[in-house]
């Protein structure tokens, strides 16, 4: 990133060293305060002063420590020097395909820089970079295959599908890349295999939960948080007139909240659905159970397929993403 900012040398005018970390969130380069027309007993100087405050080595912050978000990426990525970008789990939560700002900032980058407090380096052959919301990041395709080489299955098939909402997914260059022999390549083919759009629909935890348990029991695929008689209803079959409300954790606690969900129902059911309720512990403890329940609602044979205590720990497993 660093090497389309700098300033012509010799160029000592305060106000550019100014307008120059206001581009840049706040942080400036070590090599740009000497492109400015700082001498190295100047930084030091300013440093002393107050003026700079160092937050890696060869980064400085201007005029104060308090960084915001952008603040702290730009300067992981001049810690890591001309080139790099964000990658692995930051680009994945960068592109908002992964819920969460990881605890370390990922860059990768040319060079011999290594990981320090905070960033990890990482130095792959080639480091791709495009730009998004105006810092340099790995592009989505590269995200997905470095995610891919340590993710699980359905925690990659959520990643999928987040890309696949935002417009962002490329099957054809996923496959293209695949095909190289990559690291994560085969766990990325078993995804694009198994890829449901869906999962970027629902916003709960217990509603991926609510998905997986329809495709290990071969229920059609509802559509999920969907308006019915004015009431945003987690899960709906409307061909079978079905309409599920998944159920756990504090929101879905209290007199209140109870008599709102009742009332709900009641609407909803004058509408000519069949309202069903599960829990969080219903689902991932009495999975059979729920699902002859729902076999019986949408009209469909007693399922004879039972979930395993393995299973349900990878869908649970796979909702820290």
């Not at 969130?25 to 100047?42: E, H, I, M, T, Y």
Request: net charge positive; hydrophobic share 40%.
């Amino acid at each position: 990133m660093a090497e389309s900012l700098r300033i012509r040398p010799g160029n000592r005018d305060r106000d550019v060293l100014i307008r120059l970390a206001e581009r840049q969130w706040g942080v400036v380069s070590r090599v740009q305060l000497l492109d400015v027309g700082l001498s190295k007993s100047a930084i030091g100087r300013w440093a002393a002063a107050g003026r700079l405050h160092r937050v890696h080595p060869g980064v400085y912050a201007l005029g104060h420590r308090a960084l915001g978000t952008e603040g702290r990426l730009a300067a992981a990525l001049f810690y890591a020097g001309p080139g790099a970008a964000l990658s692995h789990a930051t680009a994945l939560w960068w592109w908002a395909l992964k819920r969460g700002q990881p605890r370390a900032i990922h860059v990768s980058a040319r060079g011999r820089r290594s990981s320090i407090k905070g960033i990890v380096v990482h130095h792959p052959q080639t480091v791709e970079r495009v730009f998004h919301e105006r810092l340099p990041v790995t592009p989505v395709a590269r995200v997905l295959m470095d995610h891919a080489a340590t993710a699980g299955l359905d925690e990659l098939r959520r990643a999928l599908s987040e890309a696949d909402y935002r417009g962002l997914l490329d099957v054809r260059e996923l496959e293209r890349r695949s095909g190289r022999g990559h690291g994560g390549s085969a766990t990325i083919r078993r995804a694009l295999e198994r890829h449901q759009p869906r999962f970027a629909q629902a916003r709960s935890d217990l509603e991926i939960v609510l998905i997986r348990f329809c495709e290990h029991y071969g229920f059609p695929m509802p559509n999920v948080n969907v308006m019915v008689a004015g009431h945003e209803i987690d899960a709906v079959w409307e061909a079978q007139r079905i309409a599920a409300e998944v159920d756990g954790g504090p929101a879905h606690s209290g007199v209140k909240a109870m008599e709102g969900d009742r009332d709900r129902d009641l609407t909803v059911r004058a509408h000519g659905y069949t309202v069903l309720r599960y829990t969080w512990r219903q689902l991932t403890e009495r999975p059979h159970e729920v699902a002859t329940d729902l076999a019986r609602a949408l009209g469909q044979n007693r399922p004879t397929i039972p979930v395993s205590r393995g299973e349900v720990a990878e869908w649970l497993k796979a909702l820290a993403c």
